[in-house]
Structures are given as structure tokens and as C-alpha cells.
């Protein structure tokens, strides 16, 4: 900036202003956080979200609030809301969804091909008629590799299935329960 003569005045005054405002936003109510580094640098309501491989649909993402971090680590946060959970679908070649990921919340890390699916995560696979209860699952895109090495309970129209934990290709072509520890038949 600069000052002519006379203007001695009016810079005092910036100054003053700028103290004022500077002194206002560190209140109880601020609206600027202090401390920056886990702040979303972007977020976006109500997203729909579609991957495609040479001009096919793969899958779809839909999410109430997904958030963008630069810091500590760069990553992507997806957020369920009290009304709708995140959902992956997957397609088959003919645009007919094959199977699909639902969880209250997930995270991506920029850095890697690595997705994190956690609360309550629903893996179902429509061909099959399975659906797969876990507590979190992980997608790793590097490996072509959709897993979970927690317990997992899958279930196939009256036969219930305990296992260890869940695989699958990152297609949700070929799933699986790994080292599966029963099955009980529910009679209607």
C-alpha cells in the first residue's frame, strides 16, 4: 500500500479496523478455527458420485456429505446422515447393479488406492442373494482387493454364515467368507 501525505489518518483507522476484526474472530463464537490443519479445504452435499472404464459404468457412489482434508494427510471423507447412509453400487456389463457397499461412513487416502468403509457396513451381492454384515471393510484398488479381517456374519436366504472375515476382487465379483466357522438353517 502506498501512503501520501496526509493520509496518516486513514492508516491509523485500517489499522484499528484490522485489530477490531482480528480480535472479533477470536471469540467464543469464532468462525475461522485457529488451528487449520483438520479443517475440510472443500465439501459437498447430497453427492452422486459415478467411475467409468473406457465409456462403462463401473460404479456409483452416493453420499449426504463428502469432505476434502489437506491435513495432516490429504484424504476424502464420506459422511451418512440421520436419513441416508453412504452407498457404493457396483454394475455388470448390461448397467444392472451387481452388488453393492453400504456403511454410515468412509474415508479415502489421496496419497494410496486405499478406501475405508466403517459402521455397520452391508455388503450385498444380488446374483447370489448374500448379504454380508460386517464392522468395516477395506478396498484396496493396488491389489484389486475388497476385504475385511474382523468377523463377519453373511447371510443367504434361510442359511446364516459366521466367518472370520470377507474377500472379494474390487469388481465384488468373486466374495467370499473367509474361514467360515458355521452355518445355521432358520426355519419360517
Known amino acids: 500500500m502506498t501512503l501520501r501525505a496526509g493520509s496518516a489518518k486513514t492508516s491509523v483507522a485500517l489499522s484499528v479496523g484490522i485489530v477490531m476484526m482480528a480480535v472479533a474472530c477470536r471469540g467464543k463464537d469464532a468462525v ?23 465409456g462403462k459404468l463401473q460404479l456409483d457412489l452416493d453420499a449426504p456429505i463428502i469432505r476434502k482434508y489437506d491435513h495432516p494427510r490429504p484424504k476424502t471423507v464420506y459422511l451418512g446422515n440421520e436419513s441416508r447412509r453412504v452407498l457404493i453400487r457396483f454394475y455388470n456389463e448390461e448397467l444392472k447393479v451387481r452388488s453393492s457397499i453400504e456403511a454410515d461412513s468412509a474415508f479415502s487416502l489421496d496419497e494410496s488406492n486405499i478406501m475405508e468403509a466403517h459402521g ?22 493396488a491389489e484389486d482387493r475388497i476385504y475385511s479381517e474382523h468377523p463377519v456374519l453373511a447371510k443367504n436366504g434361510s442359511r446364516i454364515t459366521e466367518g472370520d472375515g470377507f474377500e472379494s476382487d474390487q469388481h465384488m465379483e468373486h466374495m467370499h467368507v473367509v474361514r467360515q466357522r458355521g452355518t445355521i438353517e432358520i426355519e419360517d
Do not use: G, M
Open 32 to 54: 475461522v478455527p485457529e488451528d487449520r490443519t483438520d479443517s475440510a479445504v472443500q465439501e459437498v452435499l447430497d453427492a452422486w458420485v459415478w467411475r467409468s472404464e473406457r
Open 120 to 141: 455397520n457396513v452391508v455388503v450385498i451381492d444380488y446374483s447370489q442373494n448374500d448379504t454380508i454384515y460386517l464392522a468395516d471393510l477395506i478396498w484396496n484398488s
